[in-house]
């Protein structure tokens, strides 16, 4: 692949996150940052680094902006103009992302691929302003990207299969795992099936069955550990043993039923809140760098730990 020009648009943690990946995955790629605060060149030397720690080799932020891999630009005409790729992680709401596409457009190259890594504002709506909607893909990460795998691709009605086809050969040469969703869903597949899980585990929370610290014991000494190595669909059919998933549907399928039908419904604005959240604060206490740290060491020796055959069990197909 030849030398590949990369601009973000935004440097919030998941911009970051994204301009590591590219930088120590792809040795090839320049990357342009546009973010509009004021001290964004200082921002990128404080935080930066972290990131680009956790990959095998460490780069130093200054070899990187004296190499010209890295840039910093003052405007979006000059981020985007020559860029191969323009990947925006701004603000989380509509109104920014169907301002800011029109103006990506009327500066970049023609053949520029358009990237969103937006938790849950589809391509076409964002596209709403655009003169065309063919390039814009939403490229959902898994929070941090730089360390997590997996990468929704979602092209909206309009968007060229080609330029899908382009975004995930750019993904799988990352050593990601990109996965190409058939349509367009509010918040994408990943965000959904956790939320679900999330509104669960609060409604157990609520009605006093368990505590916010024990509902976490729970999962991460069971579900945690099995979906690491298997997810929903293959873990109950190894749990049929012979018969597979219908076998284990025949035995257990009036307690999943069962359960179903007793899931709560819990809403934003309820009052769980004050008790679920305040739970929340005091058995883990503010959050700190190192807590980040911490956690993204656990989950890339967990990746590591799959990549390099644990059990046999591949991480990527």
């Known amino acids: 692949m030849d030398r590949i020009r990369v601009t973000l648009i935004g440097a919030g943690t998941i911009g970051l996150s994204f301009a590591a990946s590219h930088l120590t995955q792809a040795r090839d ?3 342009t940052i546009y973010d509009t605060r004021p001290d964004i060149k200082a921002y990128i030397y404080q935080m930066l680094p972290g990131y680009l720690s956790n990959s095998e080799e460490t780069i130093q932020v200054d070899s990187l902006f004296a190499s010209g891999r890295l840039r910093l630009a003052a405007s979006i005409q000059d981020a985007v103009q020559n860029a191969d790729i323009v990947q925006e ?7 920014f992302k169907q301002a800011v596409w029109p103006e990506i457009e009327a500066h970049a190259k023609p053949e520029c691929l358009f990237w969103s890594s937006t938790s849950g504002i589809t391509a076409s709506k964002q596209s709403e302003s655009m003169r065309s909607s063919r390039r814009l893909i939403v490229v959902h990460p898994y929070n941090p990207p730089h ?25 799988k040469y990352l050593g990601k795992v990109p996965v190409v969703l058939g349509k367009e869903c509010t918040g994408f597949v990943a965000n959904r099936l956790a939320f679900a899980l999330l509104r ?9 069955i368990i505590s916010v ?30 018969g597979g998933i219908e076998g284990f549907m025949k035995n257990v399928g009036s307690t999943i ?18 008790s679920v959240l305040e739970q929340t604060s005091d058995a883990y206490g503010e959050v700190k760098t190192s807590d980040l740290r911490e956690r993204d060491q656990l989950l890339k020796e967990i990746i590591d730990m799959r990549e390099g055959g644990l059990g046999n069990i591949p991480l990527r197909k």
């Not at 992680?89 to 109104?95: D, K, L, R």
């Not at 976490?216 to 012979?242: C, Q």
């Not at 039923?257 to 004050?274: H, I, K, P, R, T």
């Open 29 to 31: 790629c320049q990357v």
């Open 89 to 95: 992680q701004g603000p989380e709401n509509v109104s």
């Open 147 to 171: 360390i997590m795998p997996l990468l929704e691709i979602v092209p909206g009605p309009d968007t060229d299969p080609q330029l899908v086809e382009q975004a995930v050969n750019y993904w």
């Open 200 to 208: 669960e585990a609060i409604n157990l929370v609520n009605e006093g």
């Open 213 to 242: 610290k024990q509902a976490d014991t729970i999962v991460e000494n069971s579900m945690g550990p099995r979906w690491a190595v298997a997810g929903p669909f293959k873990s109950y059919h190894l749990g049929g043993g012979a």
């Open 257 to 274: 039923q069962a359960c179903w039908e007793d899931l709560g419904v819990v809403n934003m604005g309820q009052g769980w809140e004050s």
